[in-house]
């Protein structure tokens, strides 16, 4: 691996490890900035409105934007430290190449570019077109995101285009394409203020999306009740009615269990059911035989709790219905999202005011990147890129001949096993960070080194960027014009609020170019970000995931606008499904069968430990941003192995013991957290960092077989005290993970 070209090391030995921003304390012109720029945070799904200060070109600073109606003003502590990335001394200031041996040169962008186009034209020419991959991010703008579809199938001429919603929103898109039709949360969060049961399963709310925590507490105020179901008794799990503890992988026994109770009791919509779905019927037939003490062993959760729920939402007269990764990050991602429509349709509770269900998304964008084309499957619009009337028109709008269209290409971990059979030879990527992201973590390493050539698009010299051969500098979320769309599905606009630094380039402008390279510079000629919107707009009309009525200043003038919207003249639509008429084919909502199966890895003699993996509140995903800024790091420095403390007695483990932790594809060391909050049978580590901290050595890479997630939440662990003591000094080494 090679060595860091920037000032960390530098840094460190001067301020210390925790000096991972500038090291003066302020930021000039904060007090008095040349201008406050309204946009959203870069960091998670609920894109939360912020007003960032800029001064002489750099961010100063951020000022509240009260009148956002999403969040008001509120922001949690990575939005209120977002704006310390921006000028940061780790940025790539430029492209750079890497010089064995040695670490990485400086290069002009002539070079970068012109290495990167003779390498990607040499390994086609030699492979084929698929032996060069593309994998990108969704905390890219929908314009990058559609740009980066079209500049895989149309410049690059590959099939194997993946992006990292493959390790994110897949299995929700699979169980709501499968049950609606439309992959969309049902509802913006307005409709949360007034239902009278919520019920959140998998979705650690106040650390992962801490601003929405509002709406839930305002319908506590308004009378709601809550069930929260979970491992672990997460911060709100601990006002909740009911905390359901489930054993990671248990999800849809119990949920089957609560469908069965209600079927039992009668507690359904019998209108809603017959006239608006279909399936129902061999819906309750898989569940028949889900009794409860069957339901408490395999689900974890005790049978009381198991009918209380079922009680409490079959009943219900209004409800809304959350999950997030928790239960979607399994090998039965789709099958879990499933059995939690399963329990809505049942009730008839969704298309109506106070009533629905929503997935929460997780990326910045990882709504509107989900919808125009850079999954593996995908066309513009939602639209599937095997079906022959989907390609003949995003043909049409790009100007490309059919058969020229690329078919369906591999997802994201599968690239991974496809560089390992030496099927694919050549990648970029941009804006993912799979060496940290990416479950068994080791067999992905070995991939990026065995790749002819690689490279990488960032704004920091990732872990995964450090085996690229060539890393072209790009720009953060403010420096470059765009729109994203927020988990409720709410379109709004991002603003560059300051140019790239230095020597960096706008990812939009490093894709043009490469395009035009490749000699497909006529179809990427976008002068601007709204130019591309409007392409957008065109290729997404008549999609399920239809923007063509949304204009910029449309977006501006409303404070953003709910997607579908097939004309100018349509409002936007934040509620779903109320005239009934849901998306599928027959127009109604389908109910699915879903029988429970274990996980892929059940505990067994030799690995008796059921290990699940997660986030905290301050870092934020691979942590490239986040692992940077002082304030975050100080607040939850280093990986930290939740356990119970008669697990941890059982071992002989006191807090903050160090503690190896073995798994099938590997081992690493965490200093123990002997919590009260976690089952007993589980240990939980956050996969924030790289190196030898990274949680990813340890989780498997096996795949749900309709989304391809990876099983992020459940495998086979050991425990193994090391007799040592967390302490300090890895704290610093933490920090230095990736270098
Ligand atoms: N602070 C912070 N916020 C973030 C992010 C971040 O990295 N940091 N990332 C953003 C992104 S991309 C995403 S996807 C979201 C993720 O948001 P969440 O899904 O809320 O986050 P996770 O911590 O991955 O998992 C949520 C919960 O699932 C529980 N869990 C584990 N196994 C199971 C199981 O088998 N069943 C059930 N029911 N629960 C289980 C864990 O205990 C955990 O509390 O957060 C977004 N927001
Ligand atoms: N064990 C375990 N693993 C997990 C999860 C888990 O719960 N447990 N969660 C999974 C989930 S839900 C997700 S979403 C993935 C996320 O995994 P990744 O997508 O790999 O994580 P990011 O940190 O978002 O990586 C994005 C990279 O893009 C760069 N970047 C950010 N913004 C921009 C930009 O605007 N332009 C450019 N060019 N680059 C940019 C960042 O510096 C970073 O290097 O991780 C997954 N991995
Ligand atoms: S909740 Fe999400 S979008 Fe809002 S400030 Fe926090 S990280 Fe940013
Ligand atoms: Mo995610």
Known sequence: ??????????????????????????????????????????????????????????????????????????????????????????????????????????????????????????????????????????????????????????????????????????????GNKKAFGLDRSSNSWADLKHAKVILVAGANISETFPTLTHYIWQARDNGAKLIVVDPREIPFARTADLHLPVRPGGDSALFGAMLKIMVDNDWLDHDFIENHTSGFEETIEAVKDYDLEWAEKESGVPKDLIYKAAKLWGEANTSFLMHARGIEHHTKGVENVLSCINLVLATGRIGKPYCGYG?????????????????????????????????????????????????KGLTAYEQIEAIHRGEIKGMI????????????????????????????????????ARHADIVMAGSLHEEEEGTVTTAEGRVVKINEAVPPPGNCRRDGEILMELADRLGAGNKFSYPTSEDIFNELRVASKGGTADYYGITYKKVVDNMGVFWPCPSEDHPGTPRLWEDRKFATPDGKAHFNPVKYRPASEVT????????????????????????????????????????????????????????????????????????????????????????????????????????????????????????????????????????
């Open 604 to 739: 067994d003699k030799e690995f008796p430990v059921v290990l699940t993996t997660g986030r905290v509140v301050s870092q934020y995903l691979s942590g490239t941003s986040t692992r940077r800024i002082g304030k975050l790091i100080d607040q939850y420095p280093e990986p930290l192995m939740e356990i119970h403390p008669k697990m941890a007695t059982l071992y002989g483990i006191e807090d903050r013991d160090l503690v190896k932790v073995k798994t099938r594809r590997g081992e690493a060391e965490f200093p123990a957290h002997v919590v009260e909050t976690i089952r007993e049978d589980t240990v939980f580590i956050p996969y924030h960092w790289g190196g030898k901290f990274s949680a990813n050595q340890l989780t498997i890479g096996n795949l749900d077989p309709v989304s391809k997630i990876p099983e992020f939440k459940v495998c086979a662990c050991k425990l193994i005290p090391t007799g040592k003591k967390g302490s300090e000094t890895r704290t610093e080494t933490a920090y230095q993970s990736w270098l």
């Open 429 to 464: 990527s941009i804006c993912f960070n799979p060496l940290v992201s990416l479950p068994n973590n080791n067999y992905v390493r070995e991939a990026l080194e065995k790749l002819e050539f690689y490279i990488n698009i960032d704004t920091f010299l990732s872990e995964t």
């Open 359 to 407: 997935t929460i998304t997780g990326q910045g964008n990882g709504q509107g990147g989900r919808e125009h084309g850079h999954k593996c499957d995908q066309l513009p619009g939602n639209r599937d890129i095997t079906n022959p009337e989907h390609r003949k028109y995003i043909s049409e709008v790009w100007g490309i001949d059919e058969k020229d269209m690329p078919g």
């Open 1 to 174: 691996m090679a060595k860091l070209p920037t000032s960390v090391d530098k840094i460190i030995k001067e301020h210390g490890p925790h000096a991972a921003y500038p090291p003066k304390s302020g930021f000039e012109g904060s007090h008095e900035p040349d201008k406050l720029v309204k946009t959203h945070c870069c960091y998670c799904g609920m894109q939360c409105g912020i007003k960032l200060k800029v001064k002489n070109e750099k961010i100063a600073g951020f000022e509240p934007w009260m009148e956002f109606p999403f969040n008001e003003g509120r922001l949690c502590p990575k939005g209120v430290q977002r704006y310390m990335q921006n000028n940061h001394p780790d940025r790539i200031m430029g492209p750079i190449q890497r010089v064995e041996g040695k670490g990485f040169d400086p290069i002009s962008w002539e070079k970068a570019m012109s290495k990167t186009v003779s390498e990607i034209q040499r390994i086609q020419k030699q492979y084929g077109n698929d032996a060069f991959a593309m994998l990108s991010g969704v905390s890219l703008t929908n314009e990058k995101s559609y740009m980066i579809g079209k500049f895989a199938r149309v410049a690059l001429k590959t099939a194997n285009l993946d992006y990292n919603g493959r390790l994110c929103m897949v299995s929700a898109g699979g």
